[in-house]
């Protein structure tokens, strides 16, 4: 089996423009830069109003409109964040036609990701899509292929939040200065409860009642490895600074018989220059109890990433520990009105379109059962 490293340049016969491009505040926005950066929120769910609330409690930004599909998740939204009366939207084309509107968080269930951000790139606005990219390889690659064509003076960030947390930067940091020495193997993994309950929506469609309750469909999801341990597998992208070259695993269903996904697996990935990688997750664990995040063993010690904390294992006795300040999608959104304010725009599409594509490729050897290749799945 080859062992030679798939790239991102490999992915796409093109590629994006720079992930960074100054240009002066005055021409991100056409006003001063100082003014507050008006967000439309497309997807009002829980997640998106998270996503809003950081937004609205900046100084610099306001959610000055809200999108769904459905009213009472409009409604929520507004009395949640205690909104004054902003721009309301069923169709979220209409949003992106509001000339007023600076920026867009995109919060939808993650099959829509794609078409979405596709629509707000050509309405040239500035956007935070969460993850995942989306919940197949075409959905991500039509990702790509909108960040490609992306205005450069407009930000395109994603919601993998670890990418701006300070403990995650910290622990990249370290071990790219050699402070583990040479890498020799990682792992990941996300072991926790059952997120999600699904529930009855009276007087809703069937094809309604199933967006409603799109995580239990693998088809709306990508199933809990794309739509949550995508996660996971954009730090080991990072840190890593690759894409895995093979994988192959086993997963199903022991608890959550009613829902159209598994609900544990374990993976064993190669990435390139023989660093083996193993990932397990699961959503059958009883509340209480939770384990999420990497580990990076090196010849002279470990790092343990987590939202919470960076841990550094040095020797014999010899620990220490950084813990978060706070939530670290706070980082992640503020840096984004930091972006949109100074001109220091990211464009980070390919990036997170291709993370998204590692947890693809796992979920391939899921179902198939059978060792997966990155280049037999995709083609490059």
């Known amino acids: 089996m080859s062992n030679s490293a798939p790239t991102r340049r490999s992915v796409l016969t093109a590629t994006i423009p720079a992930a960074f491009t100054i240009v002066k505040p005055q021409s991100v926005r056409g006003s001063q830069a100082n003014s507050q950066v008006a967000v439309g929120l497309i997807g009002s769910g829980g997640r998106g109003t998270h996503d809003a609330r950081i937004t609205h409690a900046d100084a610099r930004g306001r959610i000055a409109a809200v999108c769904d599909r459905f009213s009472d998740r409009i409604d929520q939204a507004i009395t949640t964040l205690k909104l004054d009366k902003p721009a309301t939207y ?8 509001n000339p007023s509107i600076d920026a867009v968080i995109i919060a939808t269930p993650p099959f829509e990701h794609p078409r979405m951000l596709e629509a707000a790139v050509d309405a040239r ?8 990219a989306g919940v197949d390889t075409e959905g991500c690659r039509r990702v ?11 930000c395109l960030s994603f919601g993998y939040q670890q990418r701006y947390g300070p403990v995650y930067l910290e622990g990249f940091r370290r071990l790219k200065s050699g402070e583990i020495g040479e890498l020799a193997t990682a792992r990941g993994y996300w072991i926790s409860a059952d997120p999600f309950t699904r529930r009855e929506y009276p007087g809703l469609s069937e094809e309604e009642q199933k967006v409603r309750n799109w995580f239990c469909y693998r088809d709306l999801s990508g199933d809990f490895i794309v739509e949550q341990d995508c996660h996971n597998f954009d730090v080991l992208h990072w840190f890593l600074e690759g894409l895995p070259v093979s994988v192959t695993g086993y997963g199903g269903r022991k608890v959550r018989t009613s829902m159209d996904l598994m609900d544990h697996l374990s993976l064993s990935f190669q990435w390139p220059n023989g660093i083996a990688v193993n990932f397990e997750a699961n959503q059958l664990t009883p509340r209480g109890y939770s384990k999420v995040g990497e580990e990076f063993t090196g010849t002279k010690g470990t790092l343990i990433t987590s939202r919470g904390s960076l841990v550094h294992h040095k020797g014999p006795n010899d620990m220490e520990r950084i813990e978060s300040k706070r939530d670290i999608t706070v980082d992640a959104i503020e840096l984004f009105l930091t972006r949109i304010l100074s001109g220091d725009v990211e464009n980070v599409a390919e990036r997170s379109a291709l993370s998204t594509m ?15 290749t990155w280049k037999g799945l995709f083609g490059a």
């Open 90 to 97: 069923t169709d979220f084309e209409k949003l992106l036609g």
């Open 125 to 132: 606005k500035h956007i935070f899509c969460e993850k995942p």
């Open 144 to 154: 790509i292929r909108a960040g490609r064509r992306a205005d450069p003076k407009k």
């Open 358 to 372: 590692i947890a693809i490729l796992g979920r391939t050897a899921l179902y198939e059962r059978k060792e997966v």
